[in-house]
Each structure stands twice: as C-alpha cells, then as structure tokens.
C-alpha cells in the first residue's frame, strides 16, 4: 500500500472526518495510541439514497463480527466496501453510536463556550454535522460499526466491552467497490468502561490499489459476496 499512498493525516480523538473514496482505492486506518475506537457508516455518493445495511452484511455473511475477509453490503444488494488487512481481527457491529445523552451522563456536561476543543463530544451529532455538508441528514443515519472495538455477547444477552482489543499500531484497511462517501468518528465505544473522556486519534491513509479478482477472498468468501461483487460490477456498465 505504501507504494501507492496518496494521502495521509491524523484525525483528532472526538473528531469527525469524510471522504469520498474512489473505487480502486482503499483507505487504511491505524490505532495511534491503542484503544481507539472509530464509529464508521457508509453511503454510494452516487446514489446517497444507497446506503450501509448492517443486518444484511451480519446475515449474508453468518456472522456478529465484522474482520478480514468481510464485506460491507449496501441496502441494494451491492458491495460498497471490503475488509482487506485487519490487525485486529474483531470489529464491533452491535452496540451502535455515542449521542448527547449518553456522554453527559457518563461524562458529565460540557459545553464548547467552557471547553473549547477539549469539549465532550458524542459520534451522532458528529455524524449529523458532516452528513450535512454533503445535503444528507438524520434520515440518512441508519446503523454503524465500530471499528477496533470489540463486545462479546454472554448466554443471557447481556453485553461485554473488552477494554484491550486494539493495541497501538493495530490496523484496518476499507477497499471501496464504488465511490463511497466515508464517515468516521473517534469518540469513545459507548460501553467504554471509566468516567474519564478521553477519545484516541487515528491515522488515515488512503492509497490506490489493484482490481478485484475473481479469486480475492472477499469475493469467494462465501456465494453471497459472489453475487454482491457481481452486482456492483453491473452497476458501473
């Protein structure tokens, strides 16, 4: 990937940040500190009414974990982007976003005008803010993921964070399968144990990379990504 890097930058813990990335690229995202945590959510720019469908992606792939090999699938059947290198190996897509409510009563209140950049910011309305800037708002939000997070489910339901899931330097590498408008916030996995806010910053890159192939193990993981690659092909005749 180095080879081929395009762009690199440092996305602030608590920040939010997007990207249209282009089919044929793919965008790297590292764990700086270690125990970061990144709500992501992705659209076709395309067409913005396409967007991420998590039950979906869960149930094509017979899976509550998202890591190497997986694919992100669209409410249309279609790919918008594939899980190439994973450091990690687990991936959060159960426990959804942090919103105002939350990080006050876990945080306490905090405003801006007192805080300056140091406020307590929460994923939703992050996401809402850069939603806006491309004309899309809360009906656009659906489900997300959190990368380089992971929750276990125990036998009565109940959910479980574990706090060590990502050292520093750990990875995740997004392939786009068409032009996917990418958002990424870095606040805190709403399970995260503690009262102190503290969100880690992440490292992006996004660099070109080779075409998919018949054989690229996204595509043969199982029939359902077969077809979904095939659909997303038929898209771009």
């Known amino acids: 990937m180095e080879s081929t890097m395009l762009w690199t930058e440092t996305v602030p813990g608590g920040a939010t940040w997007s ?9 790297r995202i590292t764990d700086v500190e270690g125990g970061a945590n990144v709500a ?4 076709n720019f395309e067409l913005p009414a396409e967007r991420f469908n998590l039950p979906d992606t869960l149930k094509a792939q017979h899976t509550a974990r998202l890591t190497k090999g997986h694919v992100l ?3 249309m059947g279609r790919i918008l982007c594939s899980i190439t290198e994973d450091t990690v190996g687990w991936h959060d897509p159960l426990c959804g976003l942090s919103n105002s409510a939350l990080v006050e009563k876990k945080y306490g209140k905090s405003s801006y005008q007192q805080f300056r950049n140091d406020w307590h910011q929460n994923a939703r309305d992050g996401f809402l803010i850069e939603l806006g800037k491309y004309g899309l708002g809360s009906r656009d939000l659906h489900a997300t993921v959190n990368l380089f997070s992971k929750v276990t489910v125990d036998e009565a339901g109940s959910l479980h964070y574990n706090p060590n899931n990502s050292p520093p330097g750990s990875y995740v590498e997004l392939r786009a399968e068409m032009n ?3 958002l990424l916030n870095t606040c805190q996995h709403p399970l995260a144990p503690g009262a102190e806010y503290a ?3 992440v490292d992006v890159s996004i660099a070109r990379v080779a075409s998919v192939r018949t054989n690229d193990p996204c595509r043969t993981l199982c029939s359902e990504n077969t077809r979904g690659f ?3 092909e038929l898209f771009f005749l």
Not at 19 to 24: A, E, N
Not at 40 to 43: D, I, S, V
């Open 19 to 27: 990207h249209v990335l282009k089919r044929g690229t793919a965008l």
């Open 40 to 43: 992501a959510y992705f659209l």
């Open 73 to 75: 699938y669209s409410d």
């Open 180 to 182: 996917v408008l990418v």
């Open 199 to 201: 969100p880690r910053p």
């Open 230 to 232: 095939l659909l997303t």
